[in-house]
């Protein structure tokens, strides 16, 4: 059975070889040069227009999405934003946004880990540890536990 599907995939491997030879004419395929004989046979083509027609025209922008333009820079002030503003513009300054508080973030978590370890090295110079806290907090539990158990008993010889 995997002789078979072996096999399959090779003539599957040669059919688009031999389709890509047809397409363009050509055996060469990790050639960047281009051929004299290619270039002659096919007029010059001028470049393609259409990829505009995908942008949309104009995209009336949100007061976030104003502030994410102020943010990153595009523009100084509220009063200088059109009133139509390409997604492109836009998604290029959320971005840019998306940036800068990713680096925030970073510094935040940098100096939070700093400031941690600075109090981790001051509890260690007060000789505190986890360890001492949570036997602390057991042994207080217990005593709690402890007078409860003989306020219980003593509200139970009252009771006899």
């Known amino acids: ?85 390409s997604f492109e513009t836009i998604d290029a300054a959320r971005n840019n946004v998306r940036v800068k508080v990713c680096y925030g973030m970073m510094v935040a978590t940098i100096m939070a880990c700093l400031m941690m370890v600075i109090s981790g090295k001051r509890a260690a110079a007060r000789h505190e540890s986890l360890t001492k806290q949570n036997m602390e907090k057991k042994a207080r539990w217990r005593e709690e536990l402890q007078r409860e158990r003989e306020a219980a008993a003593a509200m139970s010889e009252k009771a006899q």
């Open 1 to 85: 059975m995997n002789f078979i599907r072996s096999r399959l995939a090779t003539g599957r491997l040669m059919g688009q070889w031999r389709r890509q030879v047809m397409e363009t004419g050509s055996v060469r395929r990790m050639c960047d040069k281009p051929q004299e004989a290619k270039a002659e046979s096919q007029p010059a083509v001028p470049p393609r227009a259409d990829h505009l027609g995908f942008k949309i025209p104009g995209y009336k922008p949100s007061e976030f999405d104003k502030k994410m333009l102020l943010w990153s820079g595009r523009f100084k002030t509220a009063d200088q934003i059109p009133e139509l503003v």
